[in-house]
């Protein structure tokens, strides 16, 4: 009996290959016209092995399920999500791990409109009054972006999302490993604005 020949290995995706991949995804999902359905034979055919082409870093709200809004089938990114996009350790050594064993060539951070997130900084500032706890290092995280609009602006919770997805951005620029991956071309890192409203999603960086 013959063995069977070795998989062919999956082609190398360039950064900008995959931030478009992303950008058509979503116009096919606000267009009505979606490719995958996240159905169980996707889900088989992706699970001997994974090459996906993104991280994606974005909020834990419901209204925002990433694999849906950029029309990615299963095997294609891998999501982190917490409130906010708020970083800690475990964030930042699952996008290294992201960039460093499986090869993405993309680091997205998404934010979105009317982040609860960010508003609840903004009137925690604005009372005086940060929550104790795991809920208050939610609380600092954002608040540098807070302070940097101003806590009296009437737009502080959409301009502080946007000054707080650049800040994350930078951030992930520092992760162990991807300074050097970027240098050679292999890793972009971008941000973008998820619009709750229309489902576009709006490029930053």
């Given at each position: 009996m013959t063995a069977?020949?070795?998989?062919?290995?999956?082609?190398?995706?360039?950064?900008?290959?995959?931030?478009?991949?992303?950008?058509?995804?979503?116009?096919?999902?606000?267009?009505?016209?979606?490719?995958?359905?996240h159905d169980?034979?996707?889900?088989?055919?992706?699970?001997?092995?994974?090459?996906?082409?993104?991280?994606?870093?974005?909020?834990?709200?419901?209204?925002?399920?990433?694999?849906?809004i950029f029309d990615q089938?299963?095997?294609?990114?891998?999501?982190?999500?917490?409130?906010?996009?708020?970083?800690?350790?475990?964030?930042?050594?699952?996008?290294?791990?992201?960039?460093?064993?499986?090869?993405?060539?993309?680091?997205?951070?998404?934010?979105?409109?009317?982040?609860?997130?960010?508003?609840?900084?903004?009137?925690?500032?604005?009372?005086?009054?940060?929550p104790a706890g795991d809920v208050g290092y939610l609380v600092n995280e954002i608040a540098p972006a807070v302070l940097a609009v101003g806590v009296d602006d009437p737009d502080v919770t959409e301009k502080a999302m946007r000054v707080h997805v650049g800040r994350t951005v930078r951030r992930m620029r520092d992760v162990t490993g991807v300074p050097a991956a970027i240098a050679a071309g292999r890793v972009a890192v971008a941000g973008a604005v998820y619009d709750l409203d229309t489902g576009w999603v709006d490029l930053l960086t």
């Open positions: 069977s020949p070795p998989p062919t290995p999956a082609p190398v995706m360039r950064p900008a290959d995959a931030l478009a991949a992303l950008v058509a995804g979503n116009r096919r999902f606000v267009s009505g016209r979606p490719e995958h359905g169980v034979s996707a889900a088989a055919a992706a699970s001997g092995g994974q090459k996906p082409h993104a991280v994606v870093l974005g909020c834990i709200d419901s209204r925002v399920p990433l694999e849906a089938t299963f095997g294609s990114i891998c999501v982190i999500r917490s409130g906010g996009h708020v970083v800690d350790r475990a964030v930042l050594g699952s996008v290294g791990f992201a960039v460093g064993a499986l090869g993405v060539p993309l680091i997205m951070v998404l934010g979105h409109v009317r982040c609860g997130a960010v508003a609840a900084t903004a009137a925690a500032l604005r009372g005086g009054d940060r």
